[in-house]
């Protein structure tokens, strides 16, 4: 372990930004969205970020509207915003629920909206096919209703449809994502199955970093319909190797939480119902449901 998570930290960039969302999507937003400023630093402290970097990174989050903060006597708690808890509830469905298989949905904007890049349809893995027309994965989200949109099927052979996929979306850049996360965490598989024992601050830390490296790729992949991807998808492997490692060290790192993560008065419960649903989500993942 001594030479295992500082490998870790060099291996993955770590933004303090960054890494707080990833602690609040992780542990916080599924225990009530509020925690301690003191539980933020210590956490961040621990994977080798400043406590300067990590305030100034918490103000930031303050300004852009996703933390709003509160004091209780002489410590500071920052809860998560309501649009902010929205985005992290989508995150978390990507992150720890199985994908079904998506088809095809076609976007048409109007004159006004067609010059303009669509930061919802890019999130969601559309790209643009013409000027008012967009192309994406018709996944179990709702269509937006200010958008004129169509359901499709197809029955072109499967060639077309790749040459297709191949020629508007970069997957080999989503691929050498999921290809890093697998060469960065499949040494802590063996580890613990060659018997590495873990403190459960160890435990936590390392699933942060897990969820960490994975949220990155897994936010960018447009998850475009299984039929249109390389035999070879990396994505696959990393989403059971995910899947797996969250399952491993959750025990442990989530009794850590409940003994030294506060949230006013008491601490962060180790378990709710939010949490315990996402390792039986997980554990369809892992067992191939």
């Avoid at 300067?52 to 990174?57: C, K």
Wanted: one cysteine or more; aromatic letters at 8%.
């Amino acid at each position: 372990m001594e030479a295992l998570l500082p490998h870790l930290v060099d291996a993955i960039p770590l933004r303090a930004g960054s890494v707080i969302v990833t602690l609040y999507g992780d542990v916080v937003e599924p225990r009530g969205g509020q925690l301690w400023m003191g539980s933020i630093i210590e956490t961040c402290g621990a994977l080798g970020l400043s406590e300067t970097l990590v305030r100034t990174a918490v103000s930031r989050l303050v300004a852009a509207g996703q933390l709003a903060g509160e004091r209780q006597g002489r410590r500071s708690f920052y809860r998560l915003t309501e649009a902010a808890r929205r985005e992290f509830l989508a995150a978390a469905r990507t992150l720890f629920e199985p994908q079904p298989d998506a088809g095809w949905r076609f976007v048409w904007l109007g004159a006004e909206e067609a010059g303009e890049t669509s930061p919802a349809l890019d999130r969601d893995g559309f790209v643009r096919l013409a000027p008012h027309w967009w192309l994406g994965p018709a996944r179990d989200r709702p269509a937006d209703p200010a958008h004129v949109t169509f359901e499709a099927g197809t029955t072109a052979p499967l060639p077309m449809l790749q040459r297709l996929v191949a020629a508007h979306w970069d997957l080999a850049a989503v691929a050498a994502g999921y290809d890093a996360v697998l060469a960065a965490f499949g040494g802590v598989t063996d580890a613990l199955d060659a018997g590495l024992r873990l403190a459960d601050a160890e435990a936590l830390q390392l699933r942060l970093l897990l969820v960490h490296a994975y949220r990155q790729v897994a936010l960018r992949d447009p998850r475009l319909p299984a039929g249109t991807l390389p035999e070879t998808w990396s994505g696959h492997r990393a989403r059971r190797l995910f899947a797996d490692l969250y399952l491993r060290l959750s025990p442990a790192a989530d009794r850590h939480v409940g003994r030294h993560f506060l949230s006013g008065s008491d601490a962060l419960p180790p378990e709710t119902p939010d949490t315990l649903g996402r390792l039986a989500s997980l554990a369809r993942i892992r067992d191939g449901a």
